[in-house]
């Protein structure tokens, strides 16, 4: 049975000095030449786009070849089987200017190709993006592909799948060996999605 498995701005704070009085001009001592301003510096500004992307693009390409074993069971019969899968992440390219991560996806379980694809996703048409255990994300595919008998028990190694959730109900998807960087590239996802139009729109 084949299963396709399709990746707060701060505002500077500004301090507002009472005029001196003519007295306390008179008595209050100079500021010697040269002394530092007590005015904290401003907070520094979100990322921009371009830094944005080159960070999404590198860390995706730090993941571009995983390979694992899915333990699945089917609850129907109570068996259980194990596939051993390989991913493989070409030519991928987070673009600014385009607002758009592109790349070459091929997908094999067994030594047999399930997936082979290129991919160009437009942020501007990116809902959500989202961060899952490897085992629950392969489970809810089971269940979309109708069957929802199989259930991923594990992977070897612990895997997550970061996913761009677009607004059309299709999905671009990046397996990554880390959690702490799973969620990292995430936040960064989301930042780009919302500087290029796209994200959670309000409904009125």
Not at 122 to 148: C, I, R, Y
Request: charged share 15%; with cysteine.
């Amino acid at each position: 049975m084949k299963l396709s498995y399709a990746v707060l701005s701060l505002a500077a704070l500004a301090f507002t000095c009472s005029a001196l009085t003519a007295h306390s001009q008179a008595t209050q001592p100079a500021k010697p030449a040269g002394s530092q301003s007590s005015k904290p510096a401003a907070t520094q500004s979100e990322p921009k786009l371009g830094e944005t992307m080159t960070f999404i693009q590198n860390k995706l390409a730090a993941n571009s070849t995983i390979g694992f074993i899915a333990s699945v069971q089917n609850t129907t019969d109570k068996t259980t089987a194990s596939n051993t899968y390989n991913v493989v992440y070409t030519d991928i390219h987070a673009s600014a200017p385009k607002c758009s991560i592109a790349f070459h996806k091929k997908l094999t379980r067994d030594g047999e190709v399930i997936a082979d694809l290129e991919s160009a996703t437009l942020l501007k048409d990116v809902q959500s993006v989202s961060v899952k255990a490897l085992p629950l994300a392969m489970t809810a595919e089971s269940a979309k592909a109708g069957h929802p008998e199989l259930t991923t028990l594990s992977t070897t190694p612990k895997l997550y799948l970061l996913t761009l959730n677009k607004y059309d109900s299709s999905q671009s998807s990046f397996y990554i060996s880390d959690l702490s960087l799973a969620y990292r590239v995430k936040k960064a996802a989301a930042h780009a999605v919302q500087l290029c139009g796209g994200g959670k729109k309000e409904p009125f």
